[in-house]
Structure formats: C-alpha cells, structure tokens
C-alpha cells in the first residue's frame, strides 16, 4: 500500500538556524508529492507541491525536491523564523481518479527567539 | 470565496449521543473530503464526493457513521452512539480538479466523554 513516514518531532531550532524535515514515501505507482502546514487552532494549508520526478516545489522561503531514486520529499529552508513554528505535513496522492490523501504523522517544529 | 467553513468548532459530547457536524465548502468545488485526524497523527480519509454522489468511504467510516451532501453544495458528517475512541479532529475539504491542492477548513473537534 501506500504511505509517507516523516522525521520525529518535536523539532526546536533557533531563529535564522537551517530547517530539513525528512520524508520518504512508499506508493505503487507515480506519486504527486505535497508539504502541508498547520497552525495552532487553523486547518491545514497546502505550503508546496511536486508532480513529477525532479520537480522542485518552493513557498515561503521552503523547498522540496521530489527523489524518486532515495523516495524522498524532504522539506528544507535556509533560514526560520519564530512564524514558521507549526506542524509539517508530508503527503501523496496517486493518480488520476484516486482522490485520496495519504499522511504522514507529521512533524511539530518549533522556533525560539 | 471564504474558504471552506466548518461547523461548530468543538463539539463535547456524551458517549451513546449522536452528533452532526457541516462543511460548507468553495463554491465553486465540486469534489469534497471528510478526512479523521487524532493526536499525533496524520488526517486519515474517510470519504469523498463528487457534487452529490459519494464515491468512496474508507474502512474507518463505520456503520455508525454516515454523510452526505445533498445537491451537491454542503454536506454533514453523523456519528451515531458516539464512542470514546470517536474524539478527534474532523476535517472537511473541497477541490475542484482532485489534484490534491485540497482547501482544508479549520475543522471540528469531537470530545466525547
């Protein structure tokens, strides 16, 4: 079956520091590869995407490379600041008429002054 | 567009009640999701409809548990002699392509005590 694992959290850095949260899928098939975002007491909001192998999808200052050889999605970013303390998402869909998200458990990170 | 708004945003109940939950979705989306989310954990799918029809439920949707989305606009979650185990997050979202770029709204938290 299909299924995305994630990096344990909780994850604490320090303002400005180097972000990577790992994440690896395993799927049958082609997967589009997502990065969603949850803040406290908000839904989850799509932070980037990549459909195809060697996309790179990027927002916000984030980025992620879609590895189909490591099956890897990891999310980076250069420099974090206090707003990006959230919960990180990995995600994949399969398909055309398969509707269905799978999770991974997520990651929570937090950033300190 | 005001996003997709879901109703109410907690919920306390009592074991053996039954309780009914609302997503109100964009307009324009004619695809919707119910996803399951404990503490955690990831969303987990639940079920999905395209305008009014339902077109897929998950494992994890019970006997007790039944939606619907008359005439394609808004649609209602029911969990009937809620259970203990029935305490999370529900979260609805709508897309209109099913690319997976869901719009997630802020969700319902079910406690059941």
């Known amino acids: 079956g299909n299924s995305v694992t994630q990096m344990e959290g909780p994850v604490t850095l320090s303002e400005e520091a180097f972000l990577t949260i790992n994440c690896t899928y395993t799927?049958?098939?082609?997967?589009?590869l997502f990065w969603y975002v949850q803040y406290p007491g908000e839904g989850l909001q799509l932070l980037l995407k990549?459909?195809?192998?060697?996309d790179k999808g990027s927002n916000k200052g984030f980025e992620a490379t879609y590895r189909k050889e490591t099956t890897s999605f990891h999310l980076e970013k250069g420099s974090v600041q206090v707003s990006d303390s959230a919960v990180y998402f990995c995600?994949?869909?399969?398909?055309?008429?398969?509707?269905?998200?799978?999770f991974g458990t997520g990651t929570r990170l937090t950033i300190i002054p | 567009d005001t996003g997709v708004s879901q109703n109410p945003r907690h919920k306390i109940t009592k074991r053996g009640q039954n309780v009914t939950f609302r997503c109100d979705p964009i307009?324009?989306?004619?695809?919707l999701y119910w996803y399951r989310q404990t503490l955690g954990q990831g969303p987990e799918f639940l079920t999905y409809?395209?305008?009014?029809?339902?077109?897929?439920k998950s494992r994890l949707l019970s006997d007790r548990f039944s939606a619907e989305r008359p005439k394609g606009s808004f649609s209602t979650l029911e969990i009937q002699r809620t259970e203990q185990g029935d305490s999370a997050m529900y979260l609805c979202?709508?897309?209109?392509?099913?690319?997976?770029?869901?719009?997630f709204g802020s969700g319902t938290r079910l406690t059941v005590v």
């Open positions: 409809f395209q305008n009014e029809a339902q077109l897929e």
């Open positions: 979202a709508s897309s209109l392509r099913g690319t997976g770029g869901y719009t």
């Open positions: 995600a994949l869909l399969i398909g055309v008429g398969n509707e269905k998200l799978t």
């Open positions: 307009s324009e989306h004619n695809r």
């Open positions: 990549a459909t195809k192998a060697d």
């Open positions: 799927a049958t098939g082609y997967p589009s």
